[in-house]
């Protein structure tokens, strides 16, 4: 599901998005996929803890 946003940019960023875009409804696929890219990346960097994961799974009620 997609979510509507409003979020401020220097001018000089969104110029090379629309110049990257080429039409602005083109304007927010790019803005998502470098987003999506910069979480990938961080997502990567950040090693998993994997003790808070078992703790959460072992809290969470099982599904019946």
Do not use: F, Q
Not at 24 to 32: G, L, N, Y
């Amino acid at each position: 599901m997609r979510a509507r946003v409003n979020i401020i940019l220097e001018e000089s960023i969104l110029a090379k998005i629309d110049a990257i875009a080429g039409e602005k409804p083109k304007r927010a696929a790019i803005i998502e996929k470098a987003l999506l890219e910069y979480i990938a990346r961080e997502e990567k960097k950040a090693p998993k803890n994997v003790d808070t994961e078992v703790k959460d799974k072992k809290a969470r009620p099982k599904a019946k």
